[in-house]
């Protein structure tokens, strides 16, 4: 019997996302945007394929419906109840901790009194954001409004500020109750001053060694004041070694002070919104162990492995590759390669997911770890304009008129109002994110013969083994702009070329987006809009015209920006012909031809380009040690050139010659402008590339087989 997916049921799935993501007091664990809790990113993860999967969503409908007997309207209600407690929190005002306001030191933000966080991004309150206690150490602030150009230091310019020892000041409010006296350790590394009721101290600037201080508070209700300075006057060009990290612990015993719980009545409905979420937390799990059960033993081997990957030493350097999680990527391909079934996909993306948690935490002193971005870095750059939109609201994000790509800083700040200040989870999300992509990308091409199904396999161990290797997983944790085009990449592709019913609308959105997201990729573009185009003019197939208006609508918004705030209606990035970028003009090459110097200009940049043996000796971050990944994608390719050229010759089949170009085009600008800053973030693209065209050239019938 088919079961139909009810109203109801459909209505239950909004609902639970909906309660997930609406904020509300920080004393509830379900407390909504930002989801800053291990707890809500799985919860995050667990509700996309649903909303994404038309196949999970149908088992999730008569999951709910077997689990409740059909009294699905009834959880709706629950859950509508659910948001009505969370709105009364949220407009209550009550919080669980100390209102903290963070500034820099000297400085006042042209904003507010107090510098923005994610945390906290209504600014409620009057502070930066609500800490639960005052117990900082070396590596646990999460000031994330260092991440901006304000803070732009250079470390190699003499008597420059430390970007991890930037000046700063903080103060703190709130109440605490004690039944009997008590003794409140400081420890700190500082200046400042603490007063808890009519008890006072003044913290004696100290910076070469932790400092204690104690405070004798009599019992009862207080009033808790703290303000907190740092500004070591260490700079870049001071000799002998540093003092401690900024350091402010509040202690009573081993424990940090507690300010006093909120009213009866609203942790009570604090209570019930836990109970809520943790109900649909086991749903969820329920749900899922009912597909995949039959998978135990993966899950077991993958559990394993993630153990390792989290208790492994960190070497000095690291490996290139993890060798574990490629063990799991092995395993994964074969599941999403080698089998028809949905549920084999999804085991391989959620073993992946698991890895990569592992490896998260391991790389992370916490997944809300604030990573402070290097002065004069693009990755600080990026940071600062994304935080722009949050310390103004306003979609001018840091610029005029653009200078730096244009998408990067609006997913940087999503991802962020989502997640937090925190880069851990951000970083894990993005990984997943890519990481299921590409395995669900191989998952769609699938459908060959042996010969085809090898080809996949390899590609697709190629494709994971690739962004998961350190430096692809660096450059995803610095935030490198360049990552929505990877992300997009397997989307767009397959929705435009996979066989089966397309998405031409979608796949020209994506591309559009990858556009604007790095301008540097527009030839490839164009040549899969041209491609794509000129397929569905031969099929008849005029969609591709109202797909082909959504993608200029699309392609038209930077310059849309650049006129509304800078008058001047250009679409390109203004940065294009700077002289640090273009690096080979086309007179080099022509000179290259006799000058030793420019030959080795050009030789050096096709040895990144090729990932030939300077660049493969490179450090592990800089992208060296990957070179049997990089021949096993230029491997691919010449195979799916040898099979083009076969249908060409045989078939006067053009399409396929046509098509295994395409990493070509991709790489073609940087035979011209700089690739090595931050290598190897432009040429990921065209290596994806290479193994896309491989999987359409097997997969895509000769016109022989489409005649037989």
């Not at 990729?521 to 899969?528: K, R, S, T, V, Y």
Request: hydrophobic content about 50%; proline content about 5%; aromatic content about 14%.
């Amino acid at each position: 019997m088919v079961v139909k997916p009810s109203s109801s049921s459909l209505g239950f799935l909004i609902f639970l996302g909906v309660f997930l993501v609406f904020p509300t007091a920080n004393y509830v664990w379900s407390s909504g945007l930002p989801l800053s809790s291990v707890p809500e990113l799985i919860a995050v993860l667990a509700l996309l394929p649903l909303i994404c999967s038309r196949w999970l969503r149908r088992l999730w409908f008569r999951h709910v419906s077997r689990v409740f007997k059909g009294n699905t309207k009834i959880l709706v209600l629950v859950l509508g109840l659910g948001l009505v407690g969370k709105t009364v929190l949220f407009t209550s005002g009550s919080y669980q901790g100390f209102p903290a306001c963070y500034r820099a030191v000297g400085e006042t933000p042209s904003f507010s009194s107090c510098e923005k966080s994610y945390n906290n991004p209504l600014g409620r309150f009057a502070a930066t954001r609500v800490d639960n206690f005052i117990d900082f150490g070396s590596d646990d602030w999460e000031l994330s409004f260092m991440n901006s150009l304000r803070f732009n230091y250079y470390w190699w310019v003499a008597d420059s500020v430390l970007r991890d020892r930037i000046p700063f000041m903080a103060s703190w409010q709130g109440v605490v109750e004690f039944d009997a006296p008590q003794t409140v350790t400081v420890a700190y590394v500082g200046t400042g001053k603490v007063e808890i009721g009519p008890v006072g101290l003044r913290l004696l600037p100290t910076y070469s060694h932790i400092a204690n201080e104690q405070l004798q508070i009599p019992k009862g209700r207080h009033n808790v004041t703290v303000t907190y300075i740092f500004d070591d006057g260490r700079r870049s060009s001071m000799s002998g070694e540093p003092g401690p990290y900024p350091t402010l612990r509040l202690n009573v015993g081993n424990r940090p002070i507690s300010a006093i719980a909120p009213h009866l009545a609203f942790r009570l409905i604090g209570w019930f919104l836990d109970l809520l979420a943790l109900t649909g937390l086991l749903l969820l799990i329920g749900f899922y162990w009912s597909i995949l059960r039959s998978q135990w033993f993966c899950f077991m081997g993958v559990t394993v492995l993630a153990f390792i990957v989290y208790v492994q030493p960190l070497s000095d350097p690291p490996s290139a590759i993890n060798s574990y999680v490629f063990l799991f990527t092995l395993v994964a391909a074969m599941l999403v390669v080698w089998s028809r079934r949905r549920h084999h996909l999804l085991m391989a993306c959620a073993g992946m997911a698991i890895l990569i948690l592992a490896h998260e935490v391991r790389a992370h002193p916490s997944l809300t770890a604030v990573l402070l971005r290097d002065g004069g870095r693009d990755f600080l750059t990026y940071e600062s304009f994304a935080r722009s939109i949050l310390e103004t609201w306003s979609l001018r994000a840091g610029e005029d008129i653009f200078y730096f790509q244009a998408l990067s800083r609006y997913v940087t700040f999503f991802h962020h109002l989502v997640f937090g200040d925190g880069d851990g989870q951000v970083t894990v999300f993005s990984r997943i994110a890519l990481t299921s992509a590409l395995l669900w990308f191989g998952w769609r091409f699938r459908g060959c013969n042996s010969y085809g199904k090898l080809v996949i396999f390899t590609g697709t161990v190629l494709l994971v083994t690739f962004v998961n290797s350190t430096v692809v997983a660096t450059l995803i944790r610095q935030g490198t702009s360049e990552y929505p085009t990877w992300l997009l990449f397997p989307f767009a592709f397959t929705w435009l070329f996979a066989s089966g019913q397309k998405s031409t609308a979608r796949g020209f959105a994506a591309l559009s987006a990858t556009f604007i997201a790095r301008t540097n990729q527009a030839p490839a573009i164009l040549w899969l809009f041209i491609f794509r185009g000129w397929s569905a003019f031969r099929e008849r197939d005029w969609m591709f015209v109202p797909a082909l208006g959504l993608a200029g609508v699309i392609c038209l918004l930077p310059a849309l920006h650049n006129n509304y705030y800078g008058d001047e209606f250009t679409m390109l990035p203004t940065s294009r012909d700077i002289p640090e970028n273009l690096v080979l003009p086309l007179d080099r090459w022509i000179e290259a031809q006799t000058g030793q110097e420019a030959r080795q200009q050009v030789l050096a940049q096709l040895d990144f380009l090729l990932y030939g043996p300077t660049t493969a000796e490179r450090h592990v971050l800089a992208g060296g040690g990957l070179r049997l990944v990089f021949l096993g994608f230029q491997l691919l390719w010449i195979v799916a050139v040898g099979v083009a050229i076969q249908r060409l010759w045989q078939l006067r089949q053009v399409s396929s010659l046509v098509m295994v170009v395409l990493p070509l085009v991709y790489l073609l600008p940087h035979l011209f402008y700089q690739v090595d800053v931050y290598y190897p973030r432009h040429v990921v693209v065209g290596y994806l590339a290479m193994a896309a065209v491989a999987f359409y050239v097997v997969t895509t019938p000769s016109l022989k087989e489409v005649e037989t």
